[in-house]
């Protein structure tokens, strides 16, 4: 009896949270990092079928950083990285291609089966989703300080986006879970970071939620403590003293974006632990750090 009314207690100080975001959308950023075991993706997918259910509408954009450096070792081809950058030759396009919209996409899609839901696995090509431009990065010569182009081959950032296809996939019942890749301005294939894909279709769609899986607990201080709530000047000031660095800078630049854009609220939060997004979504408080306009 005691156990039953605890469960009725917390579905009871859910229903808030429920009225607030029904009919809205959720975009959801699975990194490659926080993809763990089959227990965790099973997890994952519960949490996803969960949102639908209860009227909320889930956007996954899925990583995969890792596993597609793992078939590139596999077939003997390097890769470098730019500013976390994965630099794309024609090669390196066609495995990012097949191991996102292949493998990765199609494994969530089977998941949230599994879980229930009904799931429909797309790329930006999809319906005209996304259309990317080529990425432009310069660096400086650290003798003559001149600014010299670095060309990073078919790395792309969306330059438009068509939110048709996930309206038309959301309204049918459908979770749309899409892979990174998207077609050129010039046709050719875009292999896109999945933090920025996330931010552009969140403020496409003006979405109540960014949320930003990943493999730590949040934006951490110095002392390694968590930083609860950031605004875009916090985030300005902790890039300046040096607090955030490596993969976290370009995360937090498509949070910043998102919200600047129309996107609510972003969360950057730890993918590894068991129902996050449930906690995130469920208590006051919330969890991981959430990055608001102000
Ligand atoms: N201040 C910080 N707080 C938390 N993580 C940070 C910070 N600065 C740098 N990082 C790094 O950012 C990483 C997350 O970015 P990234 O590896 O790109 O994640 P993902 O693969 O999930 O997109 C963390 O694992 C951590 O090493
Ligand atoms: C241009 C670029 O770097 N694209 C990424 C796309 C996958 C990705 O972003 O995956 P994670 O979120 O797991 O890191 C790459 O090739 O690794």
Do not use: W
């Amino acid at each position: 009896m005691h156990e039953a009314s605890t469960k009725a207690q917390t579905l009871i100080e859910a229903l808030p949270y429920f009225q607030r975001y029904a009919g809205r959308s959720f975009v959801v950023k699975y990194g490659g990092n926080a993809m763990g075991d089959e227990e965790a993706a099973r997890e994952f997918a519960e949490d996803i079928v969960l949102l639908k259910a209860v009227g909320i509408n889930p956007v996954v954009v899925h990583g995969g950083g890792p596993q597609i450096g793992a078939m590139l070792k596999k077939l003997g081809v390097e890769s470098t990285f730019v500013d976390g950058l994965r630099v794309t030759d024609k090669a390196t396009a066609e495995v990012a291609e097949m191991v996102l919209s292949g493998a990765i996409n199609k494994a969530l899609v089977s998941s949230i089966a599994r879980a229930g839901g009904k799931a429909v696995g797309l790329s930006g090509k999809d319906g005209g989703l996304v259309t990317a431009r080529k990425v432009e990065r310069t660096t400086k010569d650290p003798e003559s300080n001149i600014e010299r182009a670095l060309d990073l081959g078919f790395v792309g950032e969306p330059s438009a986006v068509d939110t048709t296809i996930i309206e038309t996939a959301t309204a049918a019942g459908m979770i749309p879970i899409i892979a990174p890749i998207g077609t050129g301005e010039d046709g050719h294939t875009y292999n896109i970071n999945a933090d920025t894909m996330a931010g552009a279709l969140a403020s496409a769609l003006g979405a109540a939620r960014l949320l930003l899986l990943t493999d730590v607990p949040g934006v951490l201080d110095k002392s390694g403590a968590l930083l609860t709530d950031l605004t875009p000047a916090d985030i300005a000031a902790l890039r300046e003293d040096g607090t955030i660095s490596g993969g976290m800078i370009p995360k937090l630049e498509t949070c910043v974006s998102a919200v600047e854009a129309g996107c609510e609220a972003a969360v950057v939060l730890d993918g590894r632990v068991p129902h996050a997004m449930l906690l995130e979504f469920f208590t006051a408080r919330g969890a991981g750090t959430l990055i608001s306009a102000r």
